[in-house]
């Protein structure tokens, strides 16, 4: 593999890249915990990604792809390679009730760019941390919508660059989870098609929306939103609570006393501290209750040996 210093030169070659040493995860995840990635390039343009993954693919380059940074547990060690940064892919088309965005851009600038065009649809993912491509690649959701339900193209590229076109059947959408989890490919462009509505009611809406979700979550505290899949026929939350896990606390980290299915860091949490009570969580729930949890955020980089 290239050392780090060349892949740098490479990447500096290629125009509309920002690029990072060691910078520091906790800095990019909604967590704010995480050690330091190698290198961070961040391109501006589908061009430049194409180039980077065309080159990464040639010499071998460990990577990972970043969005918003919510929905991740990165190790305290760190992500060696790069980490490939997409908010700045960011920009929005809009063509009668049709939006065509980049990968980067967050759900709540394609919220609010809707409500501007007076399109109904999106008001489920204004609340919603984290951006276009993370929410495709996760079929994200909420009160009872979910990006399966508005998209109708995908454009992605292959770790080797080569460009591909997906319609919404071939994504493969499913509780939380696409095509894109498994085959590797990254998503670049989404469109969306959406209806036309009254725009007081789609403001009302998305308030209503925000408002229920201020009460419900630990916003005040960094997380990565909901931390386990919802078993089928049970609430994650309830479960965790009947386990007598509401405020339990490993280190920094604490189940939250307002929503048990999420894991807050009340300030100085490291992924060590995450990682033992996602576990632990488990363990108890599958002893009491006989349900078995599955993580929905990522676990990514080099965590502790005794967490391996």
Known sequence: ??????????????????????APMSQYTSFKIGGPADLMVEPTNCEGLQKILQFFSRANVPYFVLGKGSNLLVGDRGIRGVVIKMTGLNYIRIEGNRITAG???????????????????????????????????????????????????????????????LTNEEIGFGYRKSIFQKNG??????????????????????????????????????????????????????????????????????????????????GNATAKDVLSLIRYIQK????????ELEPEIRLVGEF???ED
């Open 185 to 266: 490919w990254i998503v670049v462009e989404a469109e969306m098609k959406l209806k036309k509505g009254d725009p007081v009611e789609i403001r009302a809406k998305m308030i209503d929306l925000n408002n229920r979700r201020k009460e419900k979550q630990p916003l005040e505290y960094p997380s990565a939103g909901s931390v386990f899949k919802r078993p089928k026929g049970y609430y994650v939350g309830a479960l965790i609570e009947e386990a007598g896990l509401k405020g339990y606390t490993i280190g920094d980290a604490q189940v939250s006393q307002k929503h048990a299915g999420f894991i807050i860091n009340r």
């Open 284 to 291: 108890r729930v599958w002893e009491m209750e006989g349900v």
């Open 103 to 165: 990968a980067g851009v967050t759900l709540a600038k394609l919220a609010s760019c809707a409500l501007e065009s007076e399109l109904t649809g999106l008001e489920f993912a204004s609340g919603i941390p984290g951006t276009l491509g993370g929410a495709v690649v996760m079929n994200a959701g909420a009160y009872g919508g979910e990006m399966k339900d508005i998209i109708t193209q995908v454009i992605a590229y292959t770790p080797a660059g080569e460009k591909k076109v």
């Open 304 to 306: 502790n040996s005794d």
């Open 1 to 22: 593999m290239y050392s780090l210093s060349k892949i740098k030169k490479v990447l500096c070659k290629i125009s509309g890249c920002k690029i990072i040493e060691n």
